[in-house]
């Protein structure tokens, strides 16, 4: 059984920082692409940052391009989403998703390369 657990939300101050992760079982992230969603009430699904399988390939959108980052820890079957000076309108619940694709990885708000979901977890940046 596979499942995508997201842990590390919480309530943060403007201009704070969180480390979203997401322990991967049943598949080996190795051979997965990863992104990381965000979805805010009454908003559209975002897709946030990406890392490919192939020489760790990122992408980010850019709301988010030079605060966040994205990295895995393959020993661990672990993707991390490292969130800085955040923002109130980066408030939203955060998934993470994993694709058997190769060399490359996708932020695009609909997609078919994500087979697997993360149940979320909640950020909320306010003062």
């Known amino acids: 059984q596979v499942q995508l657990v997201e842990s590390g939300g919480g309530l943060v101050q403007p201009g704070g920082s969180l480390r979203l992760s997401c322990v991967a079982s049943?598949?080996?992230?190795?051979?997965?692409?990863i992104g990381w969603y965000r979805q805010a009430p009454g908003k559209e699904r975002e897709g946030v940052a990406c890392?490919?399988?192939?020489?760790?390939?990122?992408m980010y959108a850019d709301s988010v391009k030079g605060r966040f980052t994205i990295s895995k820890d393959n020993a661990k079957n672990t993707v991390y989403l490292e969130m800085n000076s955040l923002k109130p309108e980066d408030t939203a619940v955060y998934y993470c998703?994993?694709?058997?694709?190769?060399?490359?990885?996708?932020?695009?708000?609909?997609?078919?390369?994500?087979?697997?979901w993360g149940q979320g977890t909640q950020v909320t940046v306010s003062s």
């Open positions: 890392v490919s399988t192939v020489m760790s390939t990122t």
């Open positions: 049943g598949i080996n992230l190795n051979y997965h692409a």
């Open positions: 998703a994993a694709g058997l694709v190769a060399g490359r990885c996708t932020i695009a708000p609909t997609t078919k390369d994500y087979n697997y």
